[in-house]
């Protein structure tokens, strides 16, 4: 294993090496991905790269296993080489760079400093899995996600769920609930919640305004589904006899409490470093037509300061307890290497609006020049459950006029369509939100039998779409 590791980090190193040594002066004026001229075939390797998510893990699991990681770099690289030799090696470079310092790089230092910091958390005493003590955990990781993030609220709550079901036959359903719940909806009452809204905040959308305007769809949705896991959990229960943790689990029973408090600490910092970031204008280096926000280089190193912290302030024994283990960050840092790379033609196209290839769905956004803010809900969702949902969220948020005054004011139903449905609908599928998939990591790394991808898609088809239709008649007009 650790030798695999060793060639991913060679993989990276060279790629990053070939672009730092590539001569600026071969680039010109930053030779952007041309959306309006691409064809919709151009993101082929972005499908192929959902397909291997979905498909190779079922097909041929030992070899994803294994391989898993040059997969997504093969992928990434099927986009690369042909936009090369159409586009030039400038416009490769540039885009592929681009990806990985501005977007790849900072998603993985948050996910990093955010999987150690809440892995050093440990919930100690005897917590036993019931319908209401998961339901306790669901709502708690709701209210959490607006506040710490998705991706904090996750992974300080997913292993003490684990842990208390861990005497259970039945922990799929409680697994997907938490994805849905905690993931995702749970986020969207402030810009802290969620990636997209966060995105919003800087272009001048008011920090408390999601919480006024998302509200009373969170109650609805975030009630519903609580009701629905309620009901589901409560049948398996019953079907299982309503088991207990066996004696040997529970005679050396710990006192209920908290261990490792000094991490909560180190979440707070964490939240409030990216807030910071989003709030202060250093100015910027420009590296290869690039132009890097020097705030966001001082988030990145204090957020891995902050993950060194943390593992130097909690003991070893501590994180063993926790079944902490790097399998789920190796997984999620390799994959969306690929799907990052992958995905930058689909995500030009869309930046071309009328003018790329999808612009007939664009288009459906308006009609007679008002918008129609069922479709930018839908829209935005169901791109969002495929693409990254922070520039799908701008992609309408521009759309709609970009300007927030007017979006917080006379459009301030479309603007609530667009943030609901990039922060809702990420929760459709593994890669909508980047919690989903290391929440899935977890669990299958403790022994859980988690949903492939399509099996998820259709707990979420059958939940969730259901319940964004009645969301959509109540709330959206």
Same mark, same amino acid.
């Given at each position: 294993?650790?030798?695999?590791?060793?060639?991913?980090?060679?993989?990276?190193?060279?790629?990053?090496?070939?672009?730092?040594?590539?001569?600026?002066?071969?680039?010109?004026?930053?030779?952007?991905?041309?959306?309006?001229?691409?064809?919709?075939?151009?993101?082929?390797?972005?499908?192929?790269?959902?397909?291997?998510?979905?498909?190779?893990?079922?097909?041929?699991?030992?070899?994803?296993?294994?391989?898993?990681?040059?997969?997504?770099?093969?992928?990434?690289?099927?986009?690369?080489?042909?936009?090369?030799?159409?586009?030039?090696?400038?416009?490769?470079?540039?885009?592929?760079?681009?990806?990985?310092?501005?977007?790849?790089?900072?998603?993985?230092?948050?996910?990093?400093?955010?999987?150690?910091?809440?892995?050093?958390?440990?919930?100690?005493?005897?917590?036993?899995?019931?319908?209401?003590?998961?339901?306790?955990?669901?709502?708690?990781?709701?209210?959490?996600?607006?506040?710490?993030?998705?991706?904090?609220?996750?992974?300080?709550?997913?292993?003490?769920?684990?842990?208390?079901?861990?005497?259970?036959?039945?922990?799929?359903?409680?697994?997907?609930?938490?994805?849905?719940?905690?993931?995702?909806?749970?986020?969207?009452?402030?810009?802290?919640?969620?990636?997209?809204?966060?995105?919003?905040?800087?272009?001048?959308?008011?920090?408390?305004?999601?919480?006024?305007?998302?509200?009373?769809?969170?109650? #609805?949705?975030?009630?519903? &589904? +609580?009701?629905?896991?309620?009901? /589901?959990?409560?049948? =398996?229960?019953? @079907? !299982?006899? *309503?088991?207990?943790?066996?004696?040997?689990?529970?005679?050396?029973?710990?006192?209920?409490?908290?261990?490792?408090?000094?991490?909560?600490?180190?979440?707070?910092?964490?939240?409030?470093?990216?807030?910071?970031?989003?709030?202060?204008?250093?100015?910027?280096?420009?590296?290869?037509?690039?132009?890097?926000?020097?705030?966001? #280089?001082?988030?990145?190193? &204090? +957020?891995?300061?902050?993950?060194? /912290?943390?593992?130097? =302030?909690?003991? @070893? !024994?501590? *994180?063993?307890?926790?079944?902490?283990?790097?399998?789920?960050?190796?997984?999620?840092?390799?994959?969306?290497?690929?799907?990052?790379?992958?995905?930058?033609?689909?995500?030009?196209?869309?930046?071309?609006?009328?003018?790329?290839?999808?612009?007939?769905?664009?288009?459906?956004?308006?009609?007679?020049?008002?918008?129609?803010?069922?479709?930018?809900?839908? &829209?935005?969702?169901?791109?969002?459950?495929?693409?990254?949902?922070?520039?799908?969220?701008?992609?309408?948020?521009?759309?709609?006029?970009?300007?927030?005054?007017?979006?917080?004011?006379?459009?301030?139903?479309?603007?609530?369509?667009?943030?609901?449905?990039?922060?809702?609908?990420?929760?459709?599928?593994?890669?909508?939100?980047?919690?989903?998939?290391?929440?899935?990591?977890?669990?299958?790394?403790?022994?859980?039998?988690?949903?492939?991808?399509?099996?998820?898609?259709?707990?979420?088809?059958?939940?969730?779409?259901?319940?964004?239709?009645?969301?959509?008649?109540?709330?959206?007009?």
């Amino acid at each position: 294993m650790r030798k695999g590791k060793i060639k991913w980090l060679h993989v990276v190193i060279g790629t990053l090496l070939v672009i730092l040594a590539f001569p600026a002066s071969g680039f010109g004026a930053e030779p952007h991905l041309p959306g309006q001229g691409l064809g919709a075939y151009w993101i082929i390797p972005f499908v192929c790269m959902l397909l291997s998510i979905a498909v190779c893990p079922l097909t041929v699991p030992h070899f994803w296993e294994h391989n898993f990681g040059k997969v997504a770099v093969f992928w990434g690289l099927a986009f690369l080489v042909p936009c090369a030799l159409v586009y030039g090696p400038a416009t490769a470079l540039f885009e592929a760079w681009h990806a990985i310092i501005l977007d790849y790089v900072p998603f993985i230092i948050l996910l990093l400093s955010l999987f150690t910091v809440a892995g050093g958390v440990r919930l100690t005493g005897s917590l036993v899995g019931t319908p209401l003590v998961n339901t306790g955990i669901l709502l708690i990781g709701a209210l959490l996600a607006s506040w710490m993030g998705t991706t904090g609220a996750a992974m300080l709550l997913i292993r003490p769920m684990l842990r208390a079901n861990a005497h259970r036959r039945y922990k799929v359903h409680s697994v997907v609930f938490f994805i849905f719940l905690v993931a995702n909806i749970g986020g969207c009452l402030t810009p802290l919640g969620d990636p997209p809204l966060f995105l919003g905040f800087l272009k001048g959308v008011s920090f408390f305004w999601t919480f006024t305007h998302l509200l009373p769809m969170l109650l #609805v949705e975030a009630g519903l &589904l +609580l009701v629905v896991y309620f009901i /589901l959990e409560t049948v =398996l229960y019953n @079907r !299982e006899g *309503r088991p207990v943790p066996p004696a040997e689990e529970t005679e050396h029973t710990e006192k209920l409490g908290l261990e490792g408090k000094v991490n909560l600490l180190l979440l707070l910092g964490i939240v409030l470093t990216v807030l910071l970031s989003g709030s202060v204008n250093f100015g910027s280096v420009e590296i290869y037509h690039v132009s890097i926000p020097l705030q966001n #280089v001082m988030q990145n190193v &204090l +957020l891995l300061l902050l993950a060194a /912290l943390s593992l130097k =302030l909690t003991s @070893r !024994e501590s *994180r063993r307890r926790n079944n902490f283990t790097w399998a789920p960050i190796l997984e999620v840092g390799k994959l969306f290497f690929g799907i990052f790379l992958s995905m930058i033609p689909a995500l030009a196209i869309l930046r071309a609006g009328e003018q790329g290839a999808l612009h007939a769905v664009i288009s459906l956004v308006t009609h007679e020049g008002q918008p129609v803010n069922p479709m930018y809900f839908w &829209l935005t969702g169901s791109l969002s459950s495929f693409l990254d949902n922070a520039p799908t969220y701008l992609v309408f948020f521009n759309t709609a006029g970009g300007d927030p005054v007017t979006l917080m004011g006379p459009m301030a139903e479309t603007l609530a369509a667009i943030s609901a449905g990039a922060v809702f609908m990420g929760a459709n599928t593994y890669i909508g939100n980047a919690p989903n998939f290391m929440v899935r990591s977890i669990a299958e790394n403790q022994g859980v039998r988690m949903p492939s991808f399509f099996g998820y898609m259709a707990w979420s088809v059958a939940i969730l779409v259901p319940s964004f239709v009645l969301l959509t008649f109540i709330f959206i007009n």
